[in-house]
């Protein structure tokens, strides 16, 4: 019974589950994707939105699926995508549930840096998004250079971040005060987040750009397994530790920064979809794939949600995300004490 | 091979002596190591055995490159490891360091597996390879049976065997273990030391581990490394290294140095201030061995 075929067969189990688990996200995508695209002032039966986005139907219907609700459906999807990976990446290269790019502030940092752009620079559109990246990027250097002591170490990587994301807060909102109202208005986008009015480049840089960058992390994610295990083991096993984190946080930060540019914060989706994704998975990994997926199932339910007032709120995307993210943050560190002995 | 006694025929002891040339090594740019020689021979147990801060343990992982050196070369045979690509290395040397902790949800043929890191290409991918290397790891280390038990569920024995099964999956010629037997009751022990033993025997793997049971290393160990304050102050066979001079002098211990009744190895019977069979206690709190 005890044979190599045992340690296979265990493989093949763990396949069929990651199998499992990401089909019924799949179903739960296109289920949901197709109330987002029936949902709505002008109604559409579920069946009439669906042929629209293929191209067929009147003009009226037309319309209304591929200019407002399809790049909506898309930009909520390509986000949480995006959140959850880079969310994932965070927490398992860092070894800390609690390490996400919100609590780091590195998310905070895209935002600031966005509203910096719109409002000190009075730019509008691509300058935002690279604004974002210069501010998530600043934020994960400063962080860095804080933290670094002869190697990363996750804690005060943690603690240094929360310090960064309390300071990268509160000049949003000094800048957001000293503002003009009308503008003040648009920039609440950026502090909150919302996928309502992401238009078609937009959603191109966001989709070319996931692609590219889900592309270096399956390339990298060879270095989790070994990392997981504490850096004494990961070097060990042959792994360039803190060459191993630093890139693999840089390509994080990239995916942060290239989410938060487009539809803004989005709070705790980073937090929570990986969480729900391990536990899905539970195998001891990073559950890369299947945070792309829960992330994008979160963020698309939480616009659903948030766009109909499904709770009796109709909000901004990222207040509902934050409204679901909160309770989790409270119960992660009501519970972290007793698992972070190590 | 000539120079291997204990290794049987056709065991696959090729990579040579692990040997510290010179070797400074320290923290905060304090060095507690500094121009250390020292030859770990191929084929053989060594045990290192000192008191607590004389550098043993970041001896072990400055040769294992856990800690980087501040001067000094490693080599291994006659290759300088000191600059080798750590995956590279990490084919050549294994290494157990002092505390381990699973991520949660892992199995133990999943965490073994991790052990096959080094040997696979950018993708990980494991092949039907991996699995034998795996099974044969499990079986080696008696924890075959529990190869699709969550790694959290195990006892403290047998998690310290899955990790000595994740460093074998590794299959490399030396195998370093910092302290492998700290968090375990002396039963487990025993157990893990002859489990090393068998390896060494079976496999001609070089061991080297970093011991606080000093009887334990006596016993175990083909050759003996006494470190104090960051220098070696003895090597050899224990029978030669072990008397009372010298762990009075490494530890700071008065003791008895008395032949181990089981395997015939020096044994260390610590002298101390009470509780001697005749009732004698040394006045001034410093003992007094008796003829």
């Not at chain 1, 002032?41 to 579920?46: N, R």
């Not at chain 1, 989005?266 to 997926?293: E, H, K, N």
């Not at chain 2, 055995?49 to 072990?60: F, R, W, Y």
């Not at chain 2, 030391?193 to 606080?212: I, P, S």
Request: hydrophobic share 50%.
């Amino acid at each position: 019974m005890s044979s190599p075929a045992t340690v296979a067969s265990l493989r093949t189990l763990r396949h069929r589950r990651l199998a499992l688990v990401l089909g019924s996200l799949a179903a739960l995508v296109v289920v949901l994707a197709a109330l987002g695209l029936t949902l709505g002032a002008a109604s559409l039966t579920p069946g009439r939105a669906l042929l629209a986005v293929v191209g067929v139907g009147d003009a009226g219907d037309l319309f209304v699926v591929h200019r407002l609700r399809l790049p909506r459906v898309a930009a909520a999807l390509l986000a949480g995508a995006a959140f959850g990976l880079a969310g994932a990446l965070f927490q398992s290269t860092l070894r800390n549930p609690l390490a996400s790019p919100d609590i780091l502030g590195i998310a905070s940092g895209a935002s600031l840096g966005a509203v910096t752009v719109l409002l000190g620079l009075g730019l509008t559109g691509a300058a935002v998004s690279a604004g974002a990246f210069v501010g998530a990027a600043t934020i994960a250097v400063l962080i860095w250079f804080f933290a670094w002591r002869q190697g990363l170490h996750s804690i005060r990587f943690v603690l240094v971040g929360v310090g960064f994301a309390y300071l990268a807060s509160s000049l949003l909102a000094w800048m957001l005060a000293s503002a003009d109202q009308r503008d003040a208005a648009t920039a609440l986008v950026w502090t909150v987040g919302s996928v309502a009015d992401v238009r078609g480049p937009a959603l191109t840089v966001l989709g070319v750009g996931l692609v590219v960058l889900a592309a270096a992390v399956a390339a990298l994610a060879r270095w989790q397994g070994p990392l997981a295990l504490g850096d004494d083991h990961a070097r060990g096993l042959g792994v360039a530790t803190d060459a191993a984190r630093v890139t693999t946080l840089l390509v994080a930060v990239a995916l942060v920064a290239l989410a938060t540019a487009t539809v803004g914060p989005l709070a705790f989706v980073a937090l929570v979809a990986p969480a729900i994704a391990r536990r899905l998975v539970d195998d001891g990994g990073p559950a890369l794939s299947v945070s792309v997926a829960t992330g994008a199932t979160l963020v698309l339910a939480a616009d659903i949600v948030a766009q109909h007032g499904l709770l009796g709120v109709s909000a901004p995307t990222g207040i509902v995300t934050g409204l679901v993210g909160a309770p989790y943050l409270l119960w992660l560190l009501a519970t972290h004490e007793r698992r972070s002995r190590a | 091979m000539i120079d291997v006694p204990h290794a049987p025929p056709g065991s696959r002891t090729s990579a040579g002596d692990l040997t510290a040339h010179g070797v400074s090594i320290g923290y905060d740019g304090r060095p507690v190591i500094e121009g250390l020689d020292l030859t770990l021979p191929q084929g053989r147990v060594t045990a290192v055995v000192g008191p607590n801060a004389c550098g043993k343990s970041t001896l072990l992982r400055g040769l294992a490159r856990l800690h980087p050196l501040i001067a000094g070369r490693v080599t291994l045979g006659d290759r300088d490891v000191t600059n080798l690509p750590r995956k590279e290395l990490a084919r050549l040397v294994g290494v157990l360091p002092q505390s381990s902790v699973a991520p949660d949800g892992v199995r133990v043929a999943e965490l073994v597996g991790r052990g096959r890191y080094p040997h696979q290409g950018w993708f990980g991918r494991h092949s039907s390879d991996d699995d034998v290397v795996v099974m044969r790891s499990l079986e080696a280390t008696g924890v075959a049976d529990l190869a699709d038990r969550p790694v959290a569920e195990l006892s403290g024995g047998q998690r310290q065997r899955v990790w000595v099964a994740m460093v074998l999956a590794q299959e490399t010629d030396v195998v370093l273990l910092d302290e492998p037997t700290t968090f375990l009751d002396v039963t487990h022990q025993v157990e893990l030391l002859d489990l090393l033993h068998d390896l060494n025997r079976e496999r001609g793997t070089t061991v080297v581990m970093v011991l606080h049971e000093l009887n334990l290393a006596a016993r175990y160990a083909d050759h003996l490394v006494v470190m104090c304050a960051g220098r070696v102050v003895a090597e050899g066979a224990p029978s030669d290294v072990i008397d009372e001079a010298t762990v009075l002098e490494a530890f700071g211990l008065d003791a008895k140095v008395v032949p181990d009744p089981v395997s015939g190895t020096p044994m260390i019977v610590p002298v101390g201030r009470h509780r001697r069979a005749d009732g004698t206690l040394a006045p001034d709190g410093s003992a007094e061995p008796r003829e």
